[in-house]
Nanobody
Framework: QVQLLETGGTLVQAGASLRLSCAAS????????MAWFRQGTGKEREFVAA?????????FYASSVKGRFTISRDNANMTLYLQMNNLKPEDTGVYFC????????????????WGQGTQVTVSS
């Protein structure tokens, strides 16, 4: 079973940049598609970005973050990243990383393992 731990969330001002990390417990990390989701207060969990297994050559993003966020992975260090630039107040929420055996997807049900989340707050 894969354990995931997100870090890097904090309070920032609009326009700032932030990088989230997600450390995995398994050396089979490279065999999983990985994704970031987020959930604002009183809102449903929404897809942010996903990357394919192994090299992560395939990625895709929610339209709301495309061009501002970049997902990447370091299989040797079993870590997933989310670089977030030009943050906006609407980016506020708890950010979760997820791992799945299926091909990359925006559907949260396709992911088998989830972290506990890290809070990102963007002030205006």
């Amino acid at each position: 079973q894969v354990q995931l731990l997100e870090t890097g969330g904090t309070l920032v001002q609009a326009g700032a940049s932030l990088r989230l990390s997600c450390a995995a417990s398994e050396r089979t990390f490279g065999t999983y598609s990985m994704a970031w989701f987020r959930q604002g207060t009183g809102k449903e969990r929404e897809f942010v970005a996903a990357t394919s297994k192994w090299s992560g050559v395939s990625t895709f993003y929610a339209s709301s973050v495309k061009g501002r966020f970049t997902i990447s992975r370091d299989n040797a260090n079993m870590t997933l990243y989310l670089q977030m630039n030009n943050l906006k107040p609407e980016d506020t929420g708890v950010y979760f990383c997820a791992a799945g055996r299926a091909e990359l997807s925006a559907n949260p049900s396709r992911y088998d393992y989830w972290g506990q989340g890290t809070q990102v707050t963007v002030s205006s």
